[in-house]
């Protein structure tokens, strides 16, 4: 499945504030929510609706509803849980769950260290979200323990995305489909992406 790029202008202009090395935490959080709102409605497109009727203040009507409680959606720790926000908003009744993981500086590969995913994952669309996905590596390792609580549906959110890691998970898993905001030029030698926008759990949270 082709990764899905975000093509407007205000997105556009967000992404130059969040790049930018002098954009401050707080901006930086406010920028990521709403890049994060912008990738969930893209991301729910193809969400299926249900006919209801409803009376407005002039007369009876047909309307048609999402039923939020069939969707999951699950960040990666840290960074990840900096595009919730922008996702409770405009969707508060969908189930959160958290993975937990770090890339080995060296390796470069994931170390999980946390998981907790809402029941009945196989009843519900599951919409995993990390800004960065740079060589694929904890988006892989997100989507085995996601698949092995036995979702069946899995989409990926995030906000700057490497061709080497859209390639990792499309090879790997070719049924989840990414969303990003920007597919940048390739990964530096020490696994950052470039031109990126530097350490995403460092910069929402202020840690450096
Ligand atoms: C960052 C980012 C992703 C991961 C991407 O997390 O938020 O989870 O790196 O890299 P990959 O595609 O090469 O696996 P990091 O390990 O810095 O942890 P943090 O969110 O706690 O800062
Ligand atoms: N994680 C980040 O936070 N930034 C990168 O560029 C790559 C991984």
Not at 53 to 70: F, G, H, Q, S, V
Not at 155 to 162: D, Q, R, T
Request: aromatic share 6%; proline share 5%.
């Amino acid at each position: 499945m082709e990764a899905i790029r975000l093509n407007h202008p205000l997105v556009e202009h967000k992404l130059s504030i969040l790049r930018d090395k002098r954009t401050g935490t707080k901006e930086f959080r406010e920028i990521v929510s709403e890049l994060s709102t912008m990738l969930c409605y893209e991301a729910m497109k193809d969400a299926e609706l249900e006919d209801i009727e409803i009376e407005t203040p002039i007369c009876k009507t047909k309307a048609k509803r999402l039923n939020e409680d069939k969707y999951a959606f699950i960040p990666i720790l840290r960074a990840g849980t900096g595009m919730l926000d922008g996702l409770i908003e405009i969707m508060p009744n969908a189930k959160i769950g958290h993975i937990g993981m770090y890339r080995n500086e060296e390796t470069l590969e994931p170390v999980r260290y946390y998981y907790k995913a809402p029941k009945g994952l196989e009843n519900r669309e599951v919409i995993i979200l990390d800004p960065m996905l740079a060589t694929g590596g904890s988006g892989v390792d997100a989507i085995t323990a996601i698949k092995e609580s036995g979702a069946k549906k899995i989409k990926f959110l995030c906000i700057i995305a490497a061709p080497e890691g859209i390639k990792r998970i499309q090879d790997t898993y070719p049924d989840v489909q990414i969303y990003c905001a920007a597919i940048d030029e390739r990964l530096n030698e020490i696994g950052y992406i470039v031109p990126g926008l530097g350490d995403a759990g460092d910069r929402i949270f202020g840690t450096k």
